[in-house]
């Protein structure tokens, strides 16, 4: 009789923790799925054109002749696409990582890690493109990390001859960008949106774009479309990094840096868009 107790007890705590665990599940999926309604409801269409992509800043060229071939003018032609108003926040990423199971590549800088409507950083290039990846795998959509030519037409508000990535293209401290003095990141929906509805896309988190980065790319990158150089040893595992962070607001638009893909920093994070496929040799490279 002792044995049937016992034997009854240990069925009853198998059912029970799995049903917790179907509970724990459903109350999950739950969750993801208003994260995707809401998630969506923020994707800005971006009508393409044609732009002239790189500096127009003709003072800075002048006193920066060793960067300026980084920063090259040339026609560049995109199709449309979709981009995300916000700079990913760490809830958004935090409930990536609770649905995938997966950890953090490095959880230094817990401070910039704690704060849920901030952009999310402290995490690689791999990790950025990961999560746009999940994206496309639960809604079946191209989501991905935008292109540099993408970024930059989105960030100048389809393309247009400014010089900041703000609403018309100003920058106006305090106002639109943050200011000399406030030196760390903000919430993702700070101050107003650029002309086109997105926020922060400078002097927040930098951000993490798809392309690998050559130095001299703009000298002969193609017009139609351009999706960074192919992996060679001259891009060196090194990805774009775009929008200057806010450590210095009044750098221009037309900055463009770079990080080895597993560099992790407390000031880089990314935002995804929807959009064509890419050659396959400029896609997601794992480690």
């Known amino acids: 009789m002792q044995r049937i107790h016992i034997l009854f007890l240990a069925i009853s705590l198998t059912l029970i923790g799995c049903n917790s665990s179907q ?14 309604e809401e998630y969506e409801a923020g994707m800005v269409f971006v009508k ?14 002048e006193k920066n002749p060793k960067y300026r071939i980084r920063r ?9 696409f979709y981009i995300h108003k916000y700079e990913t926040p ?5 409930l990536y990582l609770k649905a995938t199971g997966k950890k953090r590549y490095d959880e230094e800088y817990p401070d910039y890690l704690a704060k849920p409507n901030y ?4 995490l690689t290039w791999n990790e950025a493109a990961d999560f746009c990846n999940w994206l496309a795998s639960l809604t079946g959509k191209n989501y991905r990390l935008p292109t540099e ?3 930059e037409y989105a960030a100048r508000s389809g393309g247009k001859e400014y010089m900041y990535g703000t609403k018309n293209g100003t920058y106006e401290p305090g106002v639109n960008m943050n200011e000399e003095e406030s030196l760390d990141l903000m919430k993702v929906n700070s101050f107003i949106p650029n002309d086109i509805g997105l926020y922060n896309m400078q002097a927040n988190a930098e951000e993490w774009v798809n392309d690998w980065f050559s130095d001299s790319y703009f000298t002969s990158a193609q ?10 040893s001259e891009a060196n595992l090194d990805k774009v990094v775009r929008g200057k962070n806010y450590s210095i607001p009044s750098h221009t638009v037309y900055e463009r840096m770079f990080r080895s893909k597993t560099t992790v920093a407390a000031d880089t994070g990314f935002r995804c868009s929807i959009g064509r496929e890419l050659p396959p040799k400029i896609q997601y490279h794992p480690n």
Do not use: C, R
């Not at 393409?48 to 060229?61: A, H, L, N, R």
């Not at 952009?119 to 402290?122: C, K, Q, R, S, Y």
């Open 223 to 232: 017009e139609n479309n351009p999706s960074g150089p192919l992996l060679d």
């Open 90 to 94: 760490n809830q958004y990423f935090d």
């Open 119 to 122: 952009p999310a950083t402290v």
């Open 23 to 36: 509970v724990e599940q459903e109350e999950l999926k739950k969750e993801v799925d208003s994260f995707l």
């Open 48 to 61: 393409g054109g044609t732009f002239i992509m790189g500096d127009q800043d003709k003072e800075w060229q």
């Open 149 to 151: 030519a993408e970024w």
């Open 72 to 80: 090259q003018k040339h026609k560049v032609t995109l199709d449309d």
